[in-house]
């Protein structure tokens, strides 16, 4: 492994830095999210929903389970405020923020690793027939095994750019669902907090 990082040249510091770069921003989503599902339940959405319909928003508040889920337990430390659910809106909005911190980065690597990679190949190429036209080699096969060792660094761009588009995507998904979930959730509060304004 020593040999191809070696033989891939120069290219493949700011690949092994875009690398990095995907392994921390990973490891970091990963324990994010791992919070972020442990403080989520939809079943508690569901009940609290369920008990405000039936006997208002102000004794669903009083729900012992509030504090289970987060989405929750925003509503209750908003809701008593001046424009309560506005400001339940923007604390969703500003957790699932949170949730997507840093994936720019991502887009980043993505972009960035293939061209590394492909500047490594043609530096690496230039360099070989440079250094088959100066010693006057007439065997091909010099030439061609110097060719091949610089397309190493195009093979690892490419490596580095899968390696972050995967957990990307994985990322955007849950994000994605996670809205959904939230904006439903964001519905059915306007809904019974309006007809308990109403009654």
Avoid at 14 to 30: M, N, Y
Avoid at 73 to 92: D, R, T, V, W, Y
Avoid at 109 to 124: E, K, N
């Amino acid at each position: 492994m020593n040999q191809y990082f070696v033989n891939g040249g120069p290219m493949m510091w700011p690949l092994l830095v875009l690398s990095l770069i995907t392994l921390a921003i990973t490891l970091d989503k990963l324990v994010r999210f791992f919070i972020f599902a442990f403080r989520s339940r939809q079943s508690v959405r569901n009940e609290f929903i369920s008990l405000a319909e039936s006997n208002g928003i102000t004794e669903a508040l009083n729900y012992e389970k509030i504090p289970k889920d987060i989405a929750t337990s925003l509503l209750k430390s908003n809701l008593s405020k001046a424009n309560g659910l506005f400001k339940f809106e923007l604390a969703l909005q500003e957790r699932l923020n949170y949730l997507a911190r840093y994936s720019r980065w991502y887009d980043v690597v993505i972009y960035l690793a293939p061209i590394f990679g492909i500047l490594g190949t043609v530096v690496g190429v230039i360099v070989s027939f440079n250094i088959a036209g100066d010693m006057n080699l007439m065997d091909p096969s010099i030439a061609m095994k110097g060719i091949a060792q610089a397309f190493i660094s195009t093979a690892a761009g490419l490596i580095v750019a899968v390696m972050a588009y995967i957990p990307s995507s994985f990322f955007d998904n849950i994000i994605d669902s996670e809205t959904q979930k939230l904006n439903v959730y964001l519905m059915a509060v306007q809904k019974v907090v309006g007809v308990s304004d109403d009654a």
